[in-house]
């Protein structure tokens, strides 16, 4: 069973930045495609970034964040981290970092809750809250 806890959320102001950390224990991140979302009050959750293991297959970002947030893995320390810069007041939400197995390449569709497939198995860790006001 794969156990996740997200962190480094918190308060910012717009143009700020912050850099969440999912740290997984149970099972070795490096085994699934992980990916981070995010919900805001009265908003549907929706994909942020997603990658596989296999660096042949690229991250996928929402148009929303591409040039601005980084998603990156530490294999090491069993660690996905998301970097966030130029925060936007639309960017507020609590963050959850997901792993997905059976997604092979199809990490677009991972990051798109409409096209998530019933074959995949998903877990999740609590989320971490994302401020962003001036």
């Known amino acids: 069973q794969l156990q996740l806890v997200e962190s480094g959320g918190g308060s910012v102001q717009p143009g700020g930045s912050l850099r969440l950390s999912c740290v997984a224990s149970g099972l070795t991140l490096h085994d699934f495609a992980i990916g981070w979302f995010r919900q805001a009050p009265g908003k549907e959750r929706e994909g942020v970034s997603c990658?596989?293991?296999?660096?042949?297959?690229?991250?996928h970002y929402a148009d929303s964040v591409k040039d601005r947030f980084t998603i990156s893995r530490d294999d090491e320390q069993n660690t996905v981290h998301l970097q966030m810069n130029s925060l936007k007041l639309e960017d507020a939400a609590t963050y959850f970092c997901a792993g997905f197995v059976g997604v092979g390449r199809n990490v677009q569709a991972m990051c798109t809750p409409r096209r998530w497939s019933p074959h995949w198995k998903q877990y999740w860790g609590q989320g971490t809250p994302v401020i962003v006001s001036s």
């Open positions: 990658f596989t293991s296999s660096d042949y297959y690229p991250a």
